[in-house]
């Protein structure tokens, strides 16, 4: 059998469980998780490569794959330039994809009957859980707005179906497959592994024929600068309360990687440091982020640096600080700037000047041209967080 390969884009509404589906079927973290709708800001792309799996009494088998699957933002209606960039990486997702995932929260179906009350003065009575439900219907028809529009086929993973009650699951699959013509529903949990073989059994069947897109050991197409970046955000998002999170942005200012990754002569493993920059919008997020004394930016720091020294197999050194950046979520240039692309492309313009430099004007001080990036407005507050690292 032939390999298949192509881009599989993973869409539906912010919460649905997209980042946790491309976690499950890569089997590592790449995209952060958290329980806040709108986590993830840019597409992520995972490279899963799959052996054939021959034919067998009651299997039809599975050819050879690449499947690159693209996590996207949830699709909601934009208010901010950061909610409009956003839903541009979803199109730009769906642009060059082969087959679409829509992926919905089967939970927010079980009540889809679900009539408001009427108290006693005649007025109607909705729970908070009827409104949540209700929107969440909204948000997932608005989403599926989005890819009807599109040709190609679309399968739909009916996800956390482990909170779906067995007899409610029939009545919702109905319900979906008479919204669009749907090349295959298939039932899942993200969270608990469950259906996602079937799924890839399905969408591998749909990809064409074709070549590697990626080497075949290939993770993604992200640098691991900007998952370090991402890895802080979610720690962000983890640890504080509701508005601060969607006001805050993750800037890798300095990423200095030791020249191997193995343990040196004295059993220590090198060390990789970074400086991150976190913006907010006000003053107020700002004293929120850095806590009482800096405590909470120190917890931010230590919880971030564990999982990043995971991922980098070093030791890290990493250094915090917040920065207030008046309303930037409306600003375009600051959001485009966010873009980790965008960011590579800046970073090499400034490797190529800095080696032009140096060979034009030998004995000339590079760093008499570094960049000044604090931008008019930016107010800084740093911390060192609690690192076992010492500064060499
Ligand atoms: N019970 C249950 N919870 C799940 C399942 N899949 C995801 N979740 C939870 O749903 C929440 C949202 O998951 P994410 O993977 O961040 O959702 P997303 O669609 O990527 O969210 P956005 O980034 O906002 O678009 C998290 O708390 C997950 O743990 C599932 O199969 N079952």
Redesign the pocket.
Known sequence: MALRSGFVS?V?????????????LLGQKL???????????TRIQGVLELAVRKKAKGDPGRPAAQVILV?????HKPETQLDKRMMQEVHDALETRDVVVF?V?A?HRIHEEEAPRTDAEGRTVRTVGMQKRAMSRAEDDFALKVISRLEGPVVLAL?????VPRAALLPIIAHWSAKHNFAEVIP?????K?GLELLLDKVVRLLPEGQRYFPKDQLTDQPERFLVAEIIREKILMLTGEEVPYATAVVIESFEEPDTRKKGKDGKLPVTKINAAIYCERNGQKAILIGKQGAMLKQIGTSARKEIEGLLGTRVFLELFVKVQDEWRTSRSFVENLDWRRQLEQIAEKQQLDRSLAAAAAGVKLDEFDEQDESEGTDEYGTENDSDVEEE
Do not use: C, F
């Open positions: 993973i539906g509404r912010p919460n649905a469980g997209k980042s946790t589906l491309l976690n499950a995209a952060i998780v958290t329980h806040k709708p709108q986590t993830t800001r996590d996207t933002p949830g699709v992926m929260d939970t996800n956390k179906i482990d909170e899942i949990s993200a969270k608990k469950e």
